[in-house]
């Protein structure tokens, strides 16, 4: 009976340690799958990091390339004709514009409201309602320039502008498509508020007529 006991306990005690050592290769086995699958999610995080960059990129390279192809019609400066009409002077100021783009600007529609007068050293800048774009649609190439309507700046409002009792504040406003079919989906619009102040005279034919300083200030201005 002691023979028996004695062969029970050891065969006990070796159970115990191969138990142990069983245990320790299964915990040995966790902490590798532990550290395999951190590396497996830092390759994939990784990866995510790298496809999202290269995504950004082609993003950012599609963008650039459709900035260079695609028609840029922006605001260039004011025209200013003078004119006489039995006896009556006037100044007849029209926005320019001009296709700094790559490509022709077509459909392209021009609007402008009404001349708003502030007090000559006036900060404030009035809010213009857009009216609805109207008339015939034009067509713009690259490096080309075009007048948008005139407005006439005549009697008393004249008087006042010359004596730098006012200024004009004015917007303009245009609309334009692009001819490639693949990124010209959608139209393109420059808006753009100015104002307007005398900057002295200038003869024609023996007559004074006045300068006009423009200068985009802040207020309806976008390019999309």
């Known amino acids: 009976m002691a023979k028996w006991a004695k062969k029970m306990y050891y065969a006990t005690g070796a159970t115990v340690i191969l138990t142990l050592f069983a245990l320790f290769a299964i915990v040995r086995t966790l902490h590798h799958t532990r550290r395999a699958a951190d590396y497996t999610k830092g390759m994939l995080d990784q990866a995510i990091i790298t496809t999202s960059a290269a995504i950004e990129a082609n993003k950012t390279t599609r963008l650039v390339g459709q900035a260079q192809i695609r028609p840029w019609v922006l605001y260039k400066g004011i025209l200013a004709n003078p004119e006489e009409k039995m006896g009556t002077r006037s100044v007849n100021i029209s926005f320019m514009w001009k296709n700094f783009g790559g490509t022709p600007a077509i459909k392209m529609q021009m609007q402008t409201e009404d001349f708003k007068f502030v ?105 999309v």
């Not at 498509?177 to 393109?188: P, R, V």
């Open 119 to 223: 007090p000559f050293n006036s900060k404030n800048i009035p809010t213009f309602k857009l009216s609805p774009f109207t008339g015939a649609e034009s067509v713009l190439g690259p490096t080309d320039e075009v007048n948008g309507w005139a407005k006439s700046l005549s009697g008393d409002e004249l008087q006042k502008f010359i004596n730098n009792e006012i200024a004009i504040i004015w917007y303009g406003c245009l609309r334009y498509y692009g001819t490639n079919d693949l990124i010209d989906t959608d139209s393109y619009e420059t808006e753009v508020t100015i104002r307007i102040k005398f900057a002295g005279f200038f003869e024609v034919e023996g007559k004074k007529y006045p300068k006009l300083f423009d200068e985009v200030v802040e207020g309806q201005n976008k390019t």
